[in-house]
Structure formats: C-alpha cells, structure tokens
C-alpha cells in the first residue's frame, strides 16, 4: 500500500488568507488543493513532494454558480465535477462542458474532483506516472528526478501529455479564467492556461489561484459537443478528447468555428485550420473531410499513454469527423 508522505495542512477560511499562505511558500514547497484526486496519488508515488497543502475544499466562494447561460455564467472552480455535469443552465447552454465532466474518472471521483483541479491537472505519461521504485529502476525521467525523456531520448523538453477532459471545451468556447494572486486579480482565456511543456504545463503562478471560469453568452446558432476516446468506459484519462464549437446562421452557413484537439500534446491544441476550413460553409460531408484531415495534420500523439501512437492519430481525423457529422445531423459515417 502507498501511503502519503508527512505533510502540513493548511485550512484558509478566505480566499485571501488562502492567497497569503500559498505565498509564503517556495515553490514546490506548497501546494493548493481541493479535490485531492489528482495531488494525493502524485504524492504517494512522490511525484510531488510539498512540505505544505493549502487547502481549498472549505471556501465557499469557489463553489458559486451565476448568471444564465443566454447572458453568460461563472462556475466556481471549487464546483465539483459531478455539479457541473448536473447544473441545469450548464446541461441546457453548454452541453459538451456537462459531457466533458460526466466523463472524467467514476463517479466517486467526480463526486470529490473540482473543475479547477481538472483545469489544473497534471501532464501524464507512461514513464512518469509510475510508483518511486518503477521510475528508480529506469533512472527516473526528465518531469521528475531524472534526466532524459525516456518517450524522445534526444530532446530537451518533456512530452507528457495533457490529460483534462474539461480544458479542450473550456477554450473551445472561448471561456476565461479569473485568476487571483499576490499581485492582485487578472482574467486570461483558458487557451492562455496552458504551456506546451510537459513540465511547465500551466501558464500561472504557483502563487494563484483559479477561482472562477467564465463562459460568454450561450449565442443562438451555437452548437457543441465533445468526445473522449479511452481504452475503458470508465475511469481513465483520455487518449484522445474532441471539443467542437460551431456558431451556425439562419442561412445554414458556419460563421465560426472552434476545434479543440485534447491529449495529443502537453496543452490543449487548437486546431485553427480546420476551423478555417468551417468558416463560411455548410457542413457537407466534403467540407467535414477536409476540416477532419487539417485537424488530423497537426496532431503529434507520441507513445506516451494508452495504446499506439499511429493509431491514436488515426481517431483523430476519425473523430473530429464524426462530431462535425452529428453536428450537421448527418449519419456517423458516409
């Protein structure tokens, strides 16, 4: 049995005191945690190795739902998965973010998990999510401990792979975070969250927090969805996520349009050419095809997680296909 290491809890009863404690810790030294589904496992393999957990479970201002989808909503990042998959404005105005959190994990772990943290969680990768001993006998790896990227032996980076379900829909539907810090409050689109390393993953300071997420109005003509391809139905992190917005007029043409490709890179990627290649048409099947190879293209999954790399690029152009189909109300395939 892994057990956790020795650790101080720190039990903030504002979001500014919980500012001020995480701010007197260096960083790695002190954590933020909520949900703890994603932190405490990473400790038992000694992944991460806080002296110092500034927990945020208790802070009721982070668990909050306002607005109304047709004006806009800001969900707490302290609202659990299984809330935000439940809410009534979020189910009717923003399906595909309703889909994305029903289809984290089990719903134990929904029940704990908070939305911030899946925006949050960690990169993954077959040679780091493994216990002390597993990554000892290989000599560790460059996100921990180690000195080469087992996954690319000559590069400098790490290649571990963004595993959230939520963030490819978040920056599909072009939301912000509200991020709030030692220096005061700032707002960034969630696309802005992110890094392409799979190290230095977030674009935040260790010292913020993210408290709320911002959704604009749910507009007329704006339809979604989003698909997770994983080996289970169950429990495990994506090996592909699809996250599809598309804004259509009365005319039936596609004014715009988002692609979001998850788990094939160490941040969410924006497929902007095959949105482009959306723009200004209807959804025949020949302009799905086209808009499902531009976001096939970029796509770079290496063997990293679950199952084959040639296959995993595969799905990507198979299921960004298939969104775009049931999009158009058209069968899966031709």
């Given at each position: 049995m892994l057990r956790l290491p020795p650790f101080t809890y720190l039990a903030p009863r504002s979001l500014d005191e919980a500012v001020d404690m995480i701010a007197a810790q260096e960083p790695g030294d002190g954590m933020l945690v909520a949900g703890g589904t994603d932190v405490y496992p990473n400790m038992k393999r000694q992944q991460y190795e806080p002296k110092t957990l500034v927990g945020l479970r208790q802070l009721g201002e982070l668990r909050t739902l306002t607005g109304k989808a047709r004006h806009g909503l800001?969900?707490?990042?302290?609202?659990?998965?299984?809330?935000v998959s439940e809410q009534r404005e979020i189910v009717t105005g923003y399906p595909a973010l309703a889909t994305a959190a029903s289809l984290v994990s089990t719903p134990q772990l929904r029940n704990m998990g908070t939305l911030g943290g899946n925006l949050c969680v960690d990169t993954r990768c077959n040679y780091y999510n493994q216990t002390y001993w597993w990554r000892e006998a290989i000599g560790f790896c460059l996100k921990k401990d180690g000195d080469i990227c087992w996954v690319a032996p000559g590069s400098s980076r790490c290649w571990a792979v963004s595993s959230s379900d939520t963030a490819p829909v978040?920056?599909?539907?072009?939301?912000?975070?509200?991020l709030i810090g030692p220096a005061g409050e700032r707002t960034v689109p969630v696309h802005d969250l992110y890094c392409d390393d799979g190290m230095r993953y977030l674009g935040k300071r260790h010292d913020e927090i993210?408290?709320?997420?911002?959704?604009?109005?749910?507009a007329a003509g704006?339809?979604?969805?989003y698909v997770k391809i994983r080996r289970r139905g169950a429990f495990d992190f994506p090996i592909l996520g699809v996250a599809v917005a598309l804004w259509i007029d009365d005319a039936g043409l596609c004014t715009e349009a988002r692609v979001v490709l998850g788990a094939v890179a160490s941040a969410p990627l924006l497929a902007s050419r095959a949105a482009a290649v959306l723009v200004g048409q209807r959804l025949t099947p020949e302009v799905i095809d086209a808009?499902?190879?531009?976001?096939?293209?970029?796509a770079k999954p290496l063997d990293n997680?679950?199952?084959?790399?040639?296959y995993r690029k595969?799905?990507?152009?198979v299921h960004v296909a298939r969104v775009l189909r049931q999009l158009a109300g058209l069968p899966d395939t031709p």
């Open positions: 800001s969900i707490g990042a302290g609202m659990t998965l299984t809330q978040l920056i599909a539907l072009k939301a912000q975070v509200r993210v408290t709320h997420i911002l959704l604009p109005p749910a704006l339809v979604m969805r808009a499902a190879q531009a976001a096939f293209q970029p997680t679950d199952l084959t790399l040639s595969k799905m990507v152009r």
